[in-house]
């Protein structure tokens, strides 16, 4: 009996030390500043020490105004043999999808370390201030009839992607206009013909002497 306790305390403590690795794999992606007219770099990293990867596919959520030029790189020291293929597609309005894949089914080692660098670009309609990014990974996409998600490990199968990761974007030079919330009542607040009001609807308000469009 108290042999069949130790191995199954035992069971349990690996199991709670795997979970607690996994838990901390993932992606990430690092902070940065961007002007409108400029460019500058994102650098998405994965950490993978749980699992090696033959293919990967995941989602970045950009705010108004900033999209993905054709500068997108893989950093190769993280596979034996470059041949692969690495695909960036717009998906929706703020949404781009990356798929990468090996033509020789080669595996991204474990590891952790840079994964990929895009290179970022502010548009004229860029809204200024501290906006956020976000990377998916945890979603469930149809191909051939089957479910994707996330990451190919090197059993050939789809595994669960990881916890979404956010990142912030410090964004300035652009339409100057805020989108933001205003409390009146904490607040001095005018229309644009000079007119002190109480409450700021739909439209442009001088909100303690700077012009913000109130959506």
């Known amino acids: 009996m108290k042999r069949k306790m130790k ?12 979970t607690d690795v996994y838990a901390e794999d993932g992606l990430s992606a690092s902070d940065l500043s961007l002007q409108a007219g400029d460019v500058a770099t ?9 699992h090696s990867y033959k293919a990967f596919v995941f989602d970045i959520q950009l705010p108004k105004g900033v999209i993905i030029t054709d500068g ?6 993280r596979v034996k ?17 990356v798929l990468w894949y090996h033509n020789a089914h080669q595996s991204i080692e474990k590891s952790e370390g840079l994964l990929l660098t895009l290179i970022l670009e502010g548009t004229k309609d860029m809204v200024n201030g501290k906006k956020s990014g976000r ?32 990142f912030t974007l410090s964004l300035s030079g652009g339409t100057g206009i805020d989108d933001i919330l205003v409390d009146p009542a904490d607040a001095s607040v005018y229309n644009l013909k000079g007119q002190k009001v109480t409450k700021a609807g739909k439209g442009v308000y001088i909100i303690n002497g700077k012009k913000i469009l109130n959506k």
């Open 42 to 50: 994102l650098e998405i990293s994965l950490t993978n020490e749980m």
């Open 72 to 77: 997108v790189f893989f950093n190769s020291s």
């Open 135 to 166: 990377l998916i990974s945890n979603f469930t996409n149809t191909y051939g009839g089957s479910s994707v998600l996330g990451f190919v490990d090197d059993t050939n199968m789809w595994t669960y992607g990881y916890p979404d990761a956010t």
């Open 7 to 18: 191995h199954l305390l035992l069971a349990i403590l690996l199991v709670a030390i795997s």
């Open 81 to 97: 043999d470059p041949d692969y293929n690495l695909l960036v597609s717009q998906v929706s309005k703020d949404t781009y999808r």
